[in-house]
Nanobody, 120 residues
């Protein structure tokens, strides 16, 4: 299986920055896309940013120019640098990894989520 360990959430003032990290561990044959989604109570989980193994990435319109997603050389670590944060970015952020595990079809795996709160 695949376990995703997230870190880096917390409380930050408007205009500030945070960096989220996520490491995929376990017995997997390959990690393909990785990304970050976020969710606020009562709303559906929404894409923040996603990066494919080759390095191409895409972003939600609301975070373009402020957030940057990247992957480590080992391809099982993804980070999200968040700058110019505003209160509308407050949410639980979830790491995603699309992976192939032996005997299981390729699918998405999710982390447990990390809270990001932007408030003065």
């Amino acid at each position: 299986q695949v376990q995703l360990e997230e870190s880096g959430g917390g409380l930050v003032q408007p205009g500030g920055s945070l960096r989220l990290s996520c490491a995929a561990t376990g017995s997997f044959l390959g990690i393909y896309d990785m990304g970050w989604y976020r969710q606020i109570p009562g709303n559906e989980r929404e894409l923040v940013a996603r990066i494919i193994r080759a390095g191409d990435s895409y972003y939600a319109d609301s975070v373009k120019g402020r957030f940057t997603i990247s992957r480590g050389n080992a391809k099982n670590i993804v980070t999200l640098q968040m700058n110019s944060l505003n209160p509308e970015d407050t949410a639980v952020y979830y790491c995603l990894a699309n992976a192939k595990v032996f005997g299981v079809r390729q699918r998405d795996y999710w982390g447990q989520g990390t809270q990001v709160t932007v408030s003065s």
